[in-house]
């Protein structure tokens, strides 16, 4: 499985952007398909996600301002990035297909196929 991520940029706080994923098969054919960011000098950590199914799940710092979306058609997902926050800069990869961490970390997962980042910057 390949994934390429595009649209990231530059933008001013409080602007939207909108970041894409697409995926080299069928996305209903994958359990999940998921976005993670890496601020520089920190770990990086799980944006948002949707499974095979449509459900999706936010990290906190994300709910009601980003929101996934995803053209089954192109095999695509999107993040909608809305009120940028200059705390939201960071490179974002999508990731596909996963399974749990295990019992210890419940809604934790490890990703099997990774894109390349797309950097995504908010100037305040």
């Known amino acids: 499985v390949q994934l390429q991520a595009s649209g990231g940029g530059l933008v001013q706080a409080g602007e939207s952007l909108t970041l894409s994923c697409a995926v080299s098969r069928s996305i209903l054919d994958i359990n999940a ?13 799980p944006v948002a996600s949707v499974t095979s199914g449509g459900f999706t799940t936010y990290a906190d710092f994300v709910k009601g301002r980003f929101t996934l979306s995803r053209d089954t058609a192109k095999n695509t997902v999107y993040l909608h990035m809305n009120s940028l926050k200059s705390e939201d800069t960071a490179v974002y990869y999508c990731a596909a297909g996963r399974t749990p961490v295990g019992p210890a970390r419940p809604g934790v997962y490890e990703y099997y196929y990774w894109g390349q980042g797309t950097q995504v910057t908010v100037s305040s």
């Open 33 to 45: 398909v998921a976005w993670h960011r890496q601020a520089s000098g920190k770990q990086r950590e």
